[in-house]
């Protein structure tokens, strides 16, 4: 959970906790929806029941399978170079909150853009892109971001350059 502090202008410091997490997800994921087409809480697989409480939860009459809805499906198998990351709330137990971006620096960087002119992040609280970079990937990210990204930049220059010489 990312802490969010500012001060109002009558002095008062005020501190938000900001529910939003990455999720792996494949990239032709569609999160499912409701009739009206909200998408449903899904929760972080993660944040599993403990046996009591899954034992609370079938004294109620609920499924094994109603109780496995209830949460993400589980993408371990799908191979990685197929799997994006998507901002998803975690208040009300998760629902999305940005498209599926590639897992790539360039990817990771349109999330973050898309995030900050897109997303709040506590209510009507909107973060700049370094805020969203240290929310999603950690406090370095920023410079990890752009290092990144020039990083990439690189090796896909290097790539074309190599490729030009072989087609001539």
Not at 77 to 99: I, K, N, R
Not at 118 to 145: P, Q, Y
Request: contains cysteine.
């Amino acid at each position: 959970m990312y802490m969010l502090t500012y001060m109002c202008m009558n002095n008062d410091i005020i501190v938000c906790c900001i529910n939003r997490e990455i999720r792996q997800v494949p990239l032709s994921w569609q999160h499912p929806q409701d009739e009206a087409g909200r998408p449903l809480p899904l929760r972080d697989r993660r944040s599993s029941f403990v046996d009591d409480e899954l034992r609370e939860l079938l004294a109620e009459g609920h499924t094994r399978s109603e109780i496995a809805s209830w949460f993400m499906p589980d993408f371990s198998a799908t191979p990685a170079d197929q799997l994006g990351l998507c901002v998803y709330e975690t208040t009300t137990e998760g629902t999305p909150l940005s498209p599926i971006f590639a897992d790539t620096p360039a990817g990771r960087s349109a999330l973050v853009d898309y995030c900050a002119a897109e997303v709040s992040a506590f209510a009507d609280r909107m973060l700049d892109t370094d805020a969203w970079a240290a929310l999603l990937f950690g406090k370095d990210a920023a410079r990890s971001l752009a290092t990144g990204l020039r990083n990439d930049a690189r090796a896909t220059a290097g790539q074309e350059s190599r490729r030009g010489g072989t087609s001539r």
